[in-house]
């Protein structure tokens, strides 16, 4: 006989973190090359994230995944991600 039991992950509720964005979960992308993280915020009053990769314009992000991606034929396998949570109010918070 087979069980299959469905496990949680409950980290982040056992061990709370004080940090204003906490990266909650790294997965590999199903299709090509990449990442594909989970931001959480504790803050009060938190709207959505805004996020840029290099020198890139900001996008917005209101479920706080965000795709990390590698196409083929990149010269550098670095990038610098920026983010930043919006409150409600609008004003911004510089996060990480």
Do not use: Q
């Amino acid at each position: 006989m087979v069980r299959t039991i469905s496990l949680r992950m409950n980290y982040w509720d056992l061990y709370p973190r004080r940090e204003p964005i906490v990266l909650r979960e790294v997965r590999r992308v199903r299709d090509g090359i990449g990442v594909e993280i989970m931001l959480e915020a504790n803050i009060d009053g938190f709207s959505h994230y805004l996020y840029a990769f290099d020198d890139e314009a900001f996008t917005k992000s209101l479920d706080g995944r965000i795709r990390i991606c590698y196409a083929g034929k990149e010269k550098s396998r670095t990038k610098t991600l920026r983010v930043k949570a919006v409150l409600e109010d609008g004003s911004e918070n510089p996060g990480v």
